[in-house]
C-alpha cells in the first residue's frame, strides 16, 4: 500500500513540554486514518504537524521528520503556502468567512489564482459544493450569508473550502464534534466519500466514529502513539493492554 505520509520519530514541544515523544507511523493515499486517544494525548498536535500549522504558535520546536510524497515538510525551502494547499485542514468548529457561500469557497481559488475567468471560478465552486453534498442545498443562496447555514451545512461548506483548492491531503480535528447526530451522521458519509480522491486524517474523541469511518487508527496516550494498525484490528484484537483497556473503556 503507497504512503502518502511518512512520519519518523517525531518529537513535539511547547517551550520545555514535550507533547509528542518518537511518533513513526505511514499515512497511506486515499485512506481514511482515525486518532484516538483522551484529551491532551498529542492527537491534535500531532494533526498540525503534518501542515505545520503549529508554526503559528511561539516557543514551539519540532525534531524528526515528516515525509510528504518523499519531501520533508521541515525543509526550511520548503514552501508553506504550497504546502498548506496540498494539505488542507478542517476544524473543531465550523469557521466560515463572514461571506456570501459562493465567496467562502471561491477564496482559496481567487487567491492562488487556480481561476482564469468567472466562468471556471463558478464551474469551481459548483463542483466542490456537488463534492460535499451541499450544492442542491445552497445553490439558490449562493449570495446569502454562509453564517445562515445550520452548524452542519457550515461545516460542509468549509470542507468544500478546503476541496475548493485541490489538495492532496485533508485534515479534520473533531470536525463532528459540534454537531447534532444528523448532521454527524451526513460528515461521516462525506468522509467516506471523500477518501475516493482524498487521503483524509480526521482526529476522534469518538471510537465509535472511528470504526464507522476510518481504515486505519491510531492510538495516543500521554504523547506517544501505542498502537497502529487497521482499525478492525485495533478494535477488535488490539496488540496493546493499553489500547484494548482504553477500547473497552477500562480508562481514559
Known amino acids: 500500500m503507497e504512503s502518502k505520509i511518512v512520519v519518523q520519530d517525531l518529537d513535539f ?3 520545555n513540554n514535550q507533547a509528542l515523544d518518537g511518533i513513526t507511523l505511514d499515512i497511506y493515499i486515499k485512506r481514511v486514518t482515525a486518532l484516538i486517544g483522551p484529551s491532551g494525548c498529542g492527537k491534535s498536535t500531532f494533526l498540525r504537524c503534518l501542515n ?6 511561539p516557543n514551539t520546536r519540532v525534531r524528526g521528520n515528516v515525509l510528504l510524497d518523499g519531501e520533508d515538510i521541515y525543509n526550511p525551502e520548503i514552501n508553506l503556502p504550497s504546502l498548506r494547499q496540498k494539505v488542507g485542514m478542517v476544524f473543531q468548529k465550523p469557521n466560515p468567512f ?7 469557497v471561491a477564496f482559496g481559488p481567487r487567491r492562488l489564482g487556480l481561476t482564469i475567468d468567472r466562468n471556471q471560478l463558478d464551474q469551481i465552486v459548483e463542483q ?4 460535499v453534498g451541499l450544492w442542491e442545498e ?19 461548506l468549509c470542507v468544500a473550502r478546503v476541496v475548493a483548492v485541490k489538495p492532496e491531503v485533508i485534515l ?9 447526530p444528523i448532521s454527524t451522521a451526513t460528515l461521516e458519509e462525506l468522509i467516506s466519500d471523500l477518501r475516493e480522491q482524498y487521503t483524509v486524517v480526521i482526529v476522534t474523541h469518538n471510537m465509535e466514529q472511528a470504526a464507522r469511518v476510518s481504515d486505519f487508527t491510531g492510538f495516543f496516550w500521554l504523547g506517544e502513539l501505542i498502537e497502529y494498525s487497521n482499525t478492525e484490528k485495533i478494535f477488535t484484537r488490539p496488540e496493546n493492554e493499553l489500547t484494548e483497556r482504553y477500547i473497552t473503556g477500562r480508562i481514559g
Do not use: C, H
Not at 505545520?52 to 504558535?57: A, E, K, P
Not at 466542490?128 to 463534492?131: T, V
Not at 479534520?172 to 447534532?180: G, K, N, Y
Open 172 to 180: 479534520m480535528d473533531e470536525p463532528a464534534s459540534a454537531l447534532d
Open 98 to 104: 463572514p461571506k456570501t457561500v459562493f465567496e467562502n
Open 138 to 156: 445552497v445553490k439558490d443562496g449562493l449570495k446569502e450569508s454562509a453564517l445562515s447555514l445550520s452548524l452542519g451545512q457550515q461545516q460542509r
Open 13 to 15: 514541544f511547547y517551550g
Open 52 to 57: 505545520r500549522m503549529n508554526d503559528t504558535i
Open 128 to 131: 466542490s459544493l456537488r463534492d
